[in-house]
């Protein structure tokens, strides 16, 4: 059974920064693409920053120049680095994986939600003005 645990969630002042990392287990073979998407009670989920297989990374306009999004290509880990953190950062961060290559690209370029991928169960961040 696939699994994606996120951790490094917490809380923050404007302008700090925090660390996120996501450790999948029980996959086989390497995702298509991994990325994290963030979410706030009573809005949609939104997509922060995804990486293909082939290293090709995408973030949010909001997030530009201040997150960046890595991986650990010996173990699957995902990260993102959070700095110059503003309050409307404020959410639920979740990582995801899609393990099939032709909606990889989709959920990589297009933050999609893929149809048959994985999701972890979330790591709060609070950003406090």
């Known amino acids: 059974q696939v699994r994606l645990m996120e951790s490094g969630g917490g809380s923050v002042q404007a302008g700090g920064s925090l660390r996120l990392s996501c450790r999948p287990s029980?996959?086989?073979?390497?995702?298509?693409?991994m990325g994290w998407f963030r979410q706030v009670p009573g809005k949609d989920r939104e997509g922060v920053a995804t990486?293909?297989?082939?290293?090709?990374?995408k973030y949010a306009d909001s997030v530009k120049g201040r997150f960046t999004i890595s991986q650990d290509n010996a173990d699957n880990n995902l990260y993102l680095e959070m700095n110059s953190l503003k309050p409307e950062d404020t959410a639920m961060y979740y990582c995801a994986a899609d393990p099939l290559l032709n909606t990889a690209t989709t959920m990589c370029s297009e933050f999609s939600v893929p149809p048959y991928g994985y999701w972890g169960q979330g790591t709060q961040v609070t950003v406090s003005s």
């Open positions: 990486i293909l297989n082939d290293g090709t990374m």
């Open positions: 029980g996959n086989r073979y390497p995702f298509g693409c």
